[in-house]
């Protein structure tokens, strides 16, 4: 299938910059990756709502064993930037202890979401924690955090699709777009 080179959200324009077969062959890699190291230990993938729930869809096929799938929901952008504090909206009701948790996120800018989030979590005292990012920004990293899986380091321009939105648009396209 081939997606469109140019698409609009709102009121906005963006350009192709990962077709979908790019985007799914990575996630297949990533996959095979925690499959080696995770497979006799059934962990739970947990979600970042709303970003991470088509490559959360993906990753977790991929990983073929047995595994759970758990979502919460935390919020720190509006539009175009980061607000800078986090919010919980949905929060973990799996209980995690002793559990190998694998947290998901589609994309991680300044870092801080997940910085905030991860205090959180170990308090909940699972068995490790470990995270899975399908993009990263490493240009506007500001908050330190080991990330253990990346499917792509992209430059530091606002993009969607993939789960990723502006204001809640575009998540459904197949491929990722940046801002033209
Ligand atoms: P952070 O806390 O700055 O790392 O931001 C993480 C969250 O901001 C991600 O989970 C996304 O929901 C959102 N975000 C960051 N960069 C982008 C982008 O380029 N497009 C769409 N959403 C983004
Ligand atoms: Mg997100």
């Known amino acids: 299938m081939t997606e469109p080179q140019i698409v609009k959200a ?3 324009t963006f350009q192709l ?10 996630v297949e890699e990533m996959g ?8 006799d230990k059934n962990p739970i993938f947990l979600g970042v709502l709303n970003g991470a729930f088509i490559f959360m869809a993906d990753l ?8 759970e799938v758990s979502f919460i929901k935390l919020s720190s952008y509006s539009g175009l930037e980061s607000r800078g504090e986090v919010a919980t909206v949905i929060g973990l009701t ?11 996120e589609d994309i991680i800018d300044t870092g801080k979401t997940m910085h905030d989030f ?3 979590l170990r308090k909940m005292n699972p068995a490790s924690v ?16 080991p990330i253990d899986y990346i499917g ?29």
């Open 60 to 67: 977790a096929r991929a990983f073929e064993e047995q595994c």
């Open 17 to 26: 910059m990962m077709s979908e077969e790019k985007v799914l062959a990575r």
């Open 10 to 12: 709102h009121d906005l």
């Open 32 to 39: 095979k990756e925690l499959k080696e190291k995770y497979q």
């Open 152 to 180: 792509f380091e992209i430059p530091n321009k606002f993009v969607i699709g993939y789960g990723l939105d502006y204001n809640e648009a575009a998540r459904n396209l197949r491929g990722i777009y940046q801002l033209k």
């Open 118 to 120: 991860l205090p959180i």
């Open 94 to 104: 799996t209980d995690v202890e002793d559990r190998h948790v694998i947290v998901v």
């Open 130 to 145: 470990a995270f899975a990012t399908f993009l990263l920004k490493p240009d506007a990293i500001k908050y330190e955090f």
